[in-house]
Nanobody
């Protein structure tokens, strides 16, 4: 059974930082593309960042480029999202996702088969 468990969310002030982690089990982690998505209250889920299976390629949404960094540790089966210079508009539930059909970066939610339960990030102004 595949499980993705996020951690690291919380309340932070504008300009602060958080690092989200997502520990995976039950899948061939090193051959899976990984991604982070988020969903704010009353909004649709949106793509945040993706990292290829090898870790050699990453891609992030324009709204977070230069502030958020995705990385992975295949030895620990864990993907990270380092979030810096946080803004109130970054407030959302953040989900990690894993895709087993693709090895390169993936931007669309239907490219991912497995999802975590989400972790809340709240940025106060």
């Amino acid at each position: 059974q595949v499980q993705l468990v996020e951690s690291g969310g919380g309340l932070v002030q504008t300009g602060g930082s958080l690092r989200l982690s997502c520990a995976a089990s039950g899948l061939t982690f090193s051959s899976s593309v990984l991604g982070w998505f988020r969903q704010g209250a009353g909004k649709e889920r949106e793509f945040v960042s993706s990292i290829s299976a090898s870790g050699g390629s990453t891609y992030s949404a324009d709204s977070v480029k230069g502030r958020f960094t995705i990385s992975r540790d295949n030895a620990k089966s864990t993907v990270y999202l380092q979030m810096n210079v946080l803004k109130p508009e970054d407030t959302a539930v953040y989900y990690c996702a894993a895709g087993v059909r693709y090895s390169n970066v993936a931007y669309y939610s239907d490219q991912y088969e497995y999802w975590g339960q989400g972790t809340q990030v709240t940025v106060s102004s």
